[in-house]
């Protein structure tokens, strides 16, 4: 076992973190900390939380079953071809003149949420993500009915029901 880094080096430990999720399949908080622990770095959870979340990453369901921390290594999305693979995961698109609510495929929901959060659509307020299901809140003074049709144009589902 390697000595103990300077845990206070933030980019050596999100570095490592990186390469870790990349290399293995790593299901949990508690195993990556095994995992960075083996590199010499001793992380609280907490720590280990919070560079989960900076780094961007997120839960992935695998074909087999379970899931598994994975990173978005680009900001999606950049170009057409890029929303149209995104819209594949979009289920449905519904509102409720308060909110509206896009259902995705299991796992799905966190990467087209960021996605719509980094597109700042000027009718969006904000996104809430769980595992397949995305609430979205409209601006105020938009109605969800207008958000909807935007979201549908975006991920090219105009004709989602």
């Keep these: 076992m390697s000595p103990l880094r300077n845990n206070?080096?933030?980019a050596a430990r999100q570095e490592a973190i990186r390469r870790i999720i990349r290399a293995h399949a790593v299901s949990t908080q508690e195993e990556l900390g095994q995992w960075l622990s083996r590199e010499g770095f001793d992380v609280t959870q907490a720590t280990l939380s919070r560079d989960l979340a900076q780094l961007g990453?997120?839960?992935v369901s695998l074909p087999e079953g379970?899931?598994?921390?994975?990173l978005?290594?680009?900001?999606?999305?950049?170009?057409?071809?890029r929303l149209l693979e995104l819209g594949e995961m979009i289920l449905s698109v519904e509102?409720?003149?308060?909110?509206?609510?896009?259902r995705t495929r299991p796992g799905s929901a966190p990467l087209v949420?960021?996605?719509?959060?980094?597109?700042?659509?000027?009718?969006?307020?904000?996104?809430?993500?769980g595992d397949d299901t995305i609430f979205v809140a409209p601006t105020r003074g938009r109605s969800a009915r207008t958000l909807n049709r935007k979201l549908k144009a975006f991920f090219g589902k105009e004709d989602t029901p």
Excluded: F, W
């Design 66 to 70: 379970g899931t598994v921390y994975g």
């Design 95 to 102: 509102d409720n003149e308060m909110m509206v609510v896009i």
């Design 72 to 81: 978005e290594d680009a900001r999606p999305p950049a170009g057409e071809s």
């Design 8 to 10: 206070g080096d933030k």
């Design 57 to 59: 990453a997120m839960r």
């Design 113 to 129: 949420a960021s996605a719509i959060d980094h597109a700042r659509l000027l009718e969006c307020l904000g996104t809430l993500a």
